[in-house]
């Protein structure tokens, strides 16, 4: 480094030297060392009280997860009504249920990433001190600062931001198909929670009726009026009734613990008994409901999305045989001159431009390779679906059509005739010339046949709602001019619940 006095040269005197015109190496190690100092405070405010801040821990941003069996959400401010239906349930679900939440924010968090695809990348700032001192004419050259922006090609980035923007589309079709999976879910529930309280009204009237017969036939025993085996059939007969009524009780806790778990409410709270069905029909036929599938699946348009994707994708990998290009600004800090100059301490400035040198083509062909096939497997993957999709929805509409048939068949056919089985009897037991096991054939037959239709209304209820959540749209209306078969029985409640044909036993008995 150049140590003679600037000013003097060999006890000649020099050319005075202009006023300096760059900015010296201490005022700008100075103005540096404050915008290093402005940063950290900066950083240090932000990090202590600011943005990442938390109550009671500065600092430090912290999850406070609930417990165990407590609701979360939305659903906390609004209750379920006493007596909800179905479409409370679902609305309840809806607010508060953490799958569907967590698929909202997986959405969310894809939209976010659109305007980072289509933003630019960060300018590259550089700063150069020389420890060796480069000696021109016009002084030392100190310290430099540049400053790069990279620029992709045009079209690059719109690109990027087309496949990012079909990406989030195609998580919000997931987030639509978590809805619809929810939604049934919680309809598939109610539904068999219905049916259970059915079956348990169902069988208690029946072994409430077969005691009471069990009873008679003792007390004939007893008077020597009936045969010792008459009894013992009736005890195995209420054996294997107490039987079944324990195990449909059992299964209220799991049935109602499944409801709960897609209301996102504790497990074992309780739900009251629905009490009914709404009787619904399908404005649709077959054929149309199979032609909207492809146009109304957030399935299969998920794959849409997926595949306009991937043609982004195809795009932008042949876009990679263009360069993108960096342009800069530079400024070297430069000191006084030994000798006299005009342009002594002239600092310069320099603008650059580069672009990178796509040449090795393989490693390109290689990436419009991988995105085609990668495109060719989304369009592969769709089709595959779509099969799958239409082959189910054929089985639920015949799941459904069937429930249907099976509905006319108990309700117009069997339990009818079931009835007139059920009088034929009791006159034949009265008048002596039937045994209680055909009184009780009766009666177990009407019974089954009402538990029968019970369990077709609550299999087409259950289909409609599967076939609604496959479609991705309602097949249903309110049926015109059909009337809900009443509440369902409880099972803490008497005789007078009790299916038609049990009534008219207690009638007899009384």
Not at 405 to 421: E, F
Request: charged content about 25%; proline content about 6%.
């Amino acid at each position: 480094m150049n140590t003679k006095p600037r000013g003097k040269a060999g006890g000649a005197e020099m050319r005075h030297c202009p006023p300096e015109s760059g900015r010296p190496r201490s005022d700008a190690l100075a103005l540096l060392a404050c915008l290093a100092a402005l940063a950290v405070l900066t950083g240090c405010a932000v990090k202590e009280g600011g943005l990442y801040a938390d109550e009671g821990q500065p600092g430090i941003r912290t999850a406070q997860w609930p417990p165990i069996g407590r609701r979360v959400g939305p659903a906390e401010a609004a209750p379920l009504p006493e007596s909800p239906s179905v479409e409370d349930y679902v609305a309840y679900a809806a607010l508060g249920n953490p799958g569907l939440q967590a698929a909202f924010n997986r959405w969310k968090a894809a939209l976010e990433r659109v305007p980072q695809a289509e933003a630019l990348a960060h300018p590259r700032f550089t700063y150069r001190y020389f420890i060796r001192e480069v000696e021109t004419r016009v002084g030392p050259q100190e310290q430099g600062f540049a400053l790069a922006q990279t620029l992709p090609w045009f079209g690059k980035l719109a690109l990027r931001g087309g496949r990012a923007w079909e990406a989030a589309e195609a998580a919000r079709m997931r987030y639509e198909m978590e809805k619809l999976r929810l939604f049934y879910q919680v309809k598939d529930a109610y539904y068999e929670y219905y049916h259970l309280g059915r079956a348990i009204a169902v069988v208690g009237e029946q072994f409430a009726f077969v005691k009471y017969i069990e009873e008679v036939l003792r007390a004939r025993y007893r008077a020597a009026a009936s045969q010792h085996a008459d009894v013992i059939r009736a005890q195995v007969e209420l054996g294997k009734l107490d039987d079944r009524l324990r195990a449909l009780k059992d299964l209220q806790q799991p049935v109602v613990a499944r409801l709960n778990a897609a209301l996102n409410r504790p497990l074992d709270a309780p739900l009251p008994w629905p009490t009914e069905i709404a009787q619904k029909a399908a404005d649709a036929t077959d054929e149309e409901i199979l032609a909207w599938l492809p146009v109304t699946s957030p399935e299969l348009r998920e794959f849409e999305h997926r595949i306009a994707r991937e043609e982004y994708g195809i795009r932008l990998a042949r876009k990679g045989y263009y360069p993108d290009v960096t342009v800069g600004l530079g400024y070297i800090d430069t000191g006084s001159s030994v000798m006299a100059t005009r342009d002594s301490s002239k600092d310069p400035v320099v603008a650059t431009v580069s672009v990178n040198l796509p040449v090795w083509f393989r490693k390109l062909e290689a990436g419009v390779r991988e995105a085609e096939a990668l495109k060719r497997a989304a369009v592969s993957a769709r089709r595959e679906r779509a099969n799958s999709l239409g082959s189910r929805v054929k089985m639920v509409l015949y799941k459904f059509r069937d429930a249907e048939r099976k509905i006319n068949l108990y309700r117009d056919t069997l339990i009818p005739k079931g009835k007139q089985s059920l009088n034929a009897s009791q006159t034949a037991f009265r008048a002596g010339t039937a045994s209680f096991l055909d009184l009780v054939d009766a009666i177990r037959m009407l019974l089954e046949f009402e538990l029968a239709y019970e369990g077709a209304r609550v299999e087409r209820a259950q289909r409609l709602a599967e076939l609604e959540m496959l479609v991705g749209r309602e097949v249903s209306s309110e049926a015109a001019g059909t009337q809900p078969e009443g509440p369902a029985a409880k099972p803490e409640e008497g005789p007078s619940h009790a299916p038609a044909g049990a009534q008219a036993i207690h009638g007899q008995r009384e």
